[in-house]
């Protein structure tokens, strides 16, 4: 299948690293269908991409099993197959573990991890006969942490483990990889110089980085032996040690 008929799901598509990855398949003749709960922010991004009819939206919760469901199938219905999905849409609440809600703590388990066993579940048997791909969007903090992010981070561990386990159990049909991006500025805050310097390429990350990554690892020519992993997008800041003077 080439990068031109590539019919892509990608969630938490409306801003950031998603909008990237999905303007980036677009671009690249594909088709995506992106789905987020943020209605205006697929509106948006519905005008950014010139290419009519290769991107449509869906509006609908990726911790919900019935809207997973039904955007699978809305991406059936307009496109007639799926080849990739990339599980991107996350949240993150920085609250310390003594005060976090049980409620919050597993609403975070469901939009992060929980989406991508969904997805798997739902759309894995169109993936296996399209012979397609998942991508997971994990992140450093699976590897290391600042305080108060105990679900964000559990999540993201869950994902580079969840990578391997659907490889397994996807193959050979279907290549399930992860990426783990460090510092993404999606938000183009102004940053300072001490920012880009923790960092061994010098410069904090952009959304691009990740859409990069993320168009490689989904080509089935270019990355077709590269399954099951989780690939490290973090411009070398998990490499550096800092040491306070
Ligand atoms: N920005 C970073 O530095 C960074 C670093 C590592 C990993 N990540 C991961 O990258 C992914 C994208 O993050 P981002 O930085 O672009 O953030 P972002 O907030 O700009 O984008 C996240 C998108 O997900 C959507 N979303 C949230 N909950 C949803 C739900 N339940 N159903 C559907 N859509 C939902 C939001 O509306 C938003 O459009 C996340 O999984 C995040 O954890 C980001």
């Known amino acids: ?24 398949l677009v671009g690249e003749g594909g088709r995506v269908l992106a789905m987020d709960t943020d209605a205006a922010g697929l509106a948006d991004l519905e005008t950014a991409q010139a290419e009519a009819g290769r991107l449509v939206t869906f509006t ?30 996350g949240i993150m609440k920085r609250v ?16 992060n991890l929980s989406q991508s066993f969904l997805f798997a579940k739902h759309a894995g048997p169109e993936l296996r006969k399209a012979k397609g791909a998942m991508l997971l969007v994990s992140s450093t903090r699976a590897f290391m942490s600042e305080a108060d992010t105990e679900s964000y981070s559990a999540t993201k561990g869950g994902l580079f483990a969840l990578a ?20 993404i500025n999606v938000s183009g805050e102004e940053l300072r110089p ?7 390429v010098g410069r904090v990350g952009e959304p691009d980085d990740v859409a990069h990554a993320a168009s490689f690892l989904l080509d089935g020519e270019k990355a077709g032996f ?20």
Request: glycine share 8%; net charge neutral; with cysteine.
């Open 164 to 183: 391997h386990s659907l490889a397994v159990s996807l193959s050979p049909e279907v290549r399930v990889n992860a990426v783990a991006p460090g510092w």
């Open 60 to 89: 609908g919760d990726v911790a919900k099993e019935a809207d997973v469901a039904s955007c699978i199938a809305a991406a059936l219905r307009h496109f007639g197959r799926i080849d990739a999905v990339v599980c991107n849409a």
């Open 226 to 245: 590269i399954t099951g992993q989780t690939l490290v997008i973090d411009g070398g800041m998990t490499r550096k040690m800092i040491y306070a003077h």
């Open 1 to 24: 299948m080439s990068k031109t008929d590539r019919c892509t799901i990608v969630t938490g598509a409306a801003s950031g690293i998603g909008r990237a990855i999905a303007l980036r």
């Open 96 to 111: 310390p573990a003594t005060e976090l809600s049980y409620e919050d703590w597993h609403r975070v388990l469901d939009v």
């Open 194 to 200: 001490v920012d880009h310097a923790q960092h061994l």
